[in-house]
């Protein structure tokens, strides 16, 4: 069972996905081993926001958008509520470095079901490497 966050999700679902990246190798223990993915609710609005951004710098089009938006949607992920780790989120974001709030309702996320989470966010790794249940795709 793990936590993901949007640069992983983002690294599955993103038009011409790499899937040899450390990210998908990640997906593919994961639902081999029919592991649970969980993560808060706002890592669907982050990967939306991200899926429009890349149309709008040109990365890719609004059709291959669509399409990552419709796996997005599908993916094997189970939903919690922002609202009830937003606290612990907000206490982890001032005891490290005022990170953002959102980076650490992922880690909020995690640390109170007792799983790992799993990021591909360099910033985030640097500010809870240290933590023995956070680690990057691939480990």
Same mark, same amino acid.
């Given at each position: ?28 223990? #994961?639902? /081999?081993?029919? %592991? ?6 706002? @890592? &669907?609005?982050?990967? +939306?926001? !991200? ?40 206490? #982890?974001? /001032?005891?490290? %470095? ?6 650490? @309702? &992922?880690?909020?996320? +995690?640390? !109170? ?27």
């Amino acid at each position: 069972m793990a936590v993901v966050d949007a640069s992983v999700v983002i690294d599955w679902i993103a038009p011409g996905a790499d899937p040899t990246s450390p990210s998908m190798k990640t997906l593919q223990q #994961l639902t /081999r081993a029919n %592991d649970s993915l969980v993560a808060p609710e706002l @890592l &669907y609005v982050e990967c +939306a926001s !991200a899926l429009v951004a890349g149309v709008r710098r040109n990365r890719w089009t609004g059709i291959d958008a669509d399409a990552a938006y419709g796996l997005l949607m599908r993916l094997p992920v189970k939903s919690v509520s922002d609202r009830r780790h937003l606290d612990r989120a907000w206490e #982890l974001s /001032r005891r490290y %470095d005022n990170h953002p709030v959102y980076d650490m @309702l &992922y880690a909020a996320t +995690a640390e !109170a079901a007792g799983m790992v989470l799993i990021t591909a966010d360099e910033t985030l790794l640097e500010r809870l490497g240290n933590l023995g249940w956070v680690r990057r795709p691939g480990v």
